[in-house]
């Protein structure tokens, strides 16, 4: 299957005759088997199945190597939630000593993860602007760097990254880069294809599509070698005493990093999404293509409607040619970027609450990316508890609202605007 579109429905599951054809919710903890040989095996990572639904579960399974396809690694696992994914992309490397360096344009709970409980636990970091220079982004590595961390496109302030720029660095450095793809999906950007070497998603975003199923993924390119640069790296290149001393590398080549994320991380920290959960997603992810077609086109109207407004001061969006990532978006996301459009109403806090609270379509939610319009004034709720100046120095207006598109018809999403800024 070449086309990814196809891929979005066929991936991952191939029942047999007499199977149900929708991947079917295997709703168990736990798996039968006749001798403790087989059991055993599973254990010592020699065999395949499934033993026990932290580690593994068919439906979990099914739906990650649906995934995998998309983004086109060789492996990949599927967590509780996006904030999860994102913390053991980095624990499956890492260790209390370690440093990371990471685009400071990231979505504010992974901040606070890094900045805050990962500081905690004894993993540095040091933030800087993704569009500094390659010779900038160099100057942060140290010798404890064990890997770089972005965004494709950060939520909530839509920069674009140069993918390239930032694998280049990583790999000069001798370290992997891992690069949030949540907002562009593998439908808009092909991280792997520009040098990244680990995807991570919140699914709970486009790729559900539903605002059904929280979740998350980490998704292994296999292009990195470990063994290359195995001093930085010893939990995957020398013997692993909790499996009798086995070496990934060794036993799963391109896979290690993978494999490690399952027998490592989802065993012992157990932040594994539910088959029920995964069901949902594979349901999402069955008409993604269509959906992120849908959510960049109307997008891109309501972006346009919002530039030629009178009582618009700004907007923010990759698509039009005015803005500064238009060039990187052609780039990298050729397709489109995604669905969500920020823009400042004259008038400021005020005015932007007024907007917001006289929307009818658009609902008022702490969402973004998924079928339906939403909308929210930041600077009033999720991010009140800051000072205008504090707001401003983390790129947030006290006019700004941002505006999640969905797949309604665009005319009725414009004309909700319209009637809502009529108001002020």
């Not at 190597?65 to 913390?87: C, M, Y």
């Not at 999404?273 to 949902?280: E, K, V």
């Not at 086109?297 to 530039?307: F, G, P, R, S, T």
């Not at 658009?362 to 009140?384: G, K, N, Q, Y």
């Amino acid at each position: 299957m070449s086309h990814i579109n196809t891929k979005c429905i066929q991936e991952g599951y191939t029942p047999k005759s007499g199977e149900p054809r929708v991947v079917p919710i295997a709703q168990s903890t736990t798996f039968k088997y006749d001798t403790a040989q087989e059991i055993a095996q599973w254990f010592n990572l020699s065999a395949g199945g499934f033993a026990y639904t932290r580690l593994a579960n068919p439906t979990v399974a099914a739906v990650a190597a649906k995934l995998t396809a998309l983004e086109g690694g060789v492996g990949g696992v599927l967590t509780a939630s996006g904030q999860s994914a994102s913390l053991m992309s980095i624990l499956n490397i890492c260790k209390s000593g370690d440093h990371v360096v990471c685009s400071a344009s990231l979505y504010g709970g992974t901040y606070n993860l890094f900045n805050k409980t990962m500081r905690d636990m004894g993993i540095d970091f040091t933030f800087i602007h993704p569009d500094e220079s390659y010779e900038k982004i160099c100057e942060s590595f140290k010798e404890n760097t064990k890997l770089v961390f972005t965004e494709t496109l950060s939520n909530p302030n839509l920069v674009v990254l140069d993918i390239g720029k930032w694998s280049r660095a990583a790999h000069a450095h001798g370290v992997p880069h891992i690069t949030d793809n949540t907002f562009p999906t593998p439908i808009n950007c092909r991280p792997f294809e520009h040098g990244a070497d680990i995807v991570v998603h919140s699914t709970t975003k486009y790729l559900d599509g539903h605002a059904c199923s929280l979740g998350g993924a980490i998704i292994d390119s296999g292009n990195f070698d470990w063994n290359a640069h195995s001093d930085k790296f010893p939990g995957l290149t020398e013997p692993e005493e909790t499996y009798h001393g086995l070496v990934y590398t060794e036993n799963f080549g391109k896979a290690a990093y993978a494999i490690k994320l399952t027998a490592h991380m989802l065993r012992d920290l157990g932040a594994t999404m539910s088959p029920q959960n995964a069901f949902l997603l594979n349901l999402g992810l069955e008409t993604l293509f269509l959906r992120m077609e849908r959510h960049c086109q109307n997008a891109l109207q309501v972006a346009k409607y919002l530039e030629k407004h009178d009582k618009v001061s700004w907007v923010n969006f990759p698509g039009l040619e005015n803005n500064p990532y238009y060039k990187l978006a052609n780039q990298y996301m050729p397709g489109g970027t995604c669905g969500v459009v920020a823009f400042g109403v004259k008038g400021g806090r005020e005015a932007g609450v007024k907007v917001m609270e006289a929307m009818k379509l658009a609902a008022i939610v702490v969402h973004v990316a998924d079928a339906r319009t939403c909308v929210l004034h930041p600077a009033s709720t999720t991010h009140r508890q800051l000072s205008d100046q504090a707001l401003a120095d983390a790129g947030i207006g006290v006019d700004l609202l941002r505006m999640s598109i969905g797949i309604e018809h665009a005319d009725d999403i414009i004309a909700d605007i319209e009637q809502a800024l009529a108001q002020v």
